[in-house]
T-cell receptor, first 115, second 111 residues
């Protein structure tokens, strides 16, 4: 168990809908990353937050947004869903900040299926 | 050109053999290097983390970093069928930065 919790584990929804994925980082971790992994594809970086502030942005669609709350949990919002958004969405957390031990630990992911 | 290059494989080895995996990268600013193991459609599991050049050993796993060549490696000794998975290298320039992944190498260890 990595200590990173993602909910829900599975999500099935229709095109055009909006969903929210939730991530609770490991205790003490201030940095949260979101990744998308489509079938047989690598991990695509979406966005990173550190202590509530956006730190880095990757190939995140305008229909997607995220935030990190004061209690450090993070949510990824996906709207106007399309069939191509079906994928595994992973959250990772790390201590972040000016520390040497900054390895990232992943949750088990949310499997999103858009029908 | 991708920042991190990794051969997707598949790499098939017999049980007991040494598995050799590697990644090359183009961004000389990368300082933190990680190797993850991912079983089919599960969350990536951190195997090794290195901060500087040189070797790091943990059980059957050895990670090597050569910053001068921009090349990192992972060796798995005495491979087992349970080592069959996709292995991903990852790296970042600083503790704040995004984690950049390679494409992952699929490894199959045959009994």
């Amino acid at each position: 168990d990595s200590g990173v919790t993602q909910t829900p584990k599975h999500l099935i929804t229709a095109t055009g809908q909006r969903v929210t994925l939730r991530c609770s980082p490991r205790s003490g971790d201030l940095s949260v990353y979101w990744y998308q992994q489509s079938l047989d594809q690598g991990l695509q970086f979406l966005i990173q937050y550190y202590n509530g502030e956006e730190r880095a942005k990757g190939n995140i669609l305008e229909r997607f947004s995220a935030q990190q709350f004061p209690d450090l949990h993070s949510e990824l919002n996906l709207s106007s869903l399309e069939l191509g958004d079906s994928a595994l969405y992973f959250c990772a957390s790390s201590v972040g900040g000016r520390q040497v031990n900054t390895e990232a630990f992943f949750g088990q992911g949310t499997r999103l299926t858009v029908v | 050109q991708k920042e991190v290059e990794q051969d997707p494989g598949p790499l098939s080895v017999p049980e007991g053999a040494i598995v050799s995996l590697n990644c090359t990268y183009s961004n000389s600013a990368f300082q933190y290097f990680m190797w993850y193991r991912q079983y089919s459609r599960k969350g990536p599991e951190l195997l090794m983390y290195t901060y500087s050049s040189g070797n790091k050993e943990d059980g059957r796993f050895t990670a090597q970093v050569d910053k001068s060549s921009k090349y990192i490696s992972l060796f798995i000794r005495d491979s087992q069928p349970s080592d069959s998975a996709t292995y991903l290298c990852a790296m970042k320039a600083d503790s704040w930065g995004k984690l950049q992944f390679g494409a992952g190498t699929q490894v199959v260890v045959t009994p």
